[in-house]
């Protein structure tokens, strides 16, 4: 992984989301669903640069379950918009799998965080 693909991996993730709900129908259900990816899907971004500019180890392990819940909260309703079949799977596939793998990488990375801010306290 590059220095730079962990910042342009989170945008490139909410442009794609943004890309993906405005083919869904315009009609109340696809609305409504277009919501709540288009939200969780750009806030874990702007969480995840927030997250990097954190002050302390334990303001980072906060933010990063804050960006850790926008993922997992992307792939839920990214999930939803595929179950009344709104959009094909094979449209959804490749961003749930990025969710899954974003989230995976914030889980991962907080409790990495959590052992490193342990280790340092003991004497």
């Known amino acids: ?3 730079r693909e962990p910042k342009q991996r989170p945008k490139g993730f909410a442009l794609r989301v943004l890309k993906r709900i405005d083919s869904l129908p315009d009609k109340r259900s696809g609305r409504v669903l277009a919501n709540q990816p288009g939200r969780s899907g750009t806030s874990f971004g702007a969480n995840y640069r927030a997250a990097r500019r954190s002050r302390s180890t334990a303001e980072m392990i906060a933010k990063f379950s804050v960006v850790e819940d926008e ?3 992307s792939a839920f309703w990214l999930e939803l918009v595929g179950d009344p079949g709104l959009m094909p799977a094979g449209k959804l596939a490749p961003l749930l799998r990025e969710a899954d793998e974003l989230t995976a990488i914030m889980v991962a990375s907080r409790k990495t965080l959590l052992v490193g801010s342990r280790k340092s306290k003991i004497p």
Do not use: Y
């Open 1 to 3: 992984m590059t220095e």
């Open 71 to 73: 993922a997992d909260q």
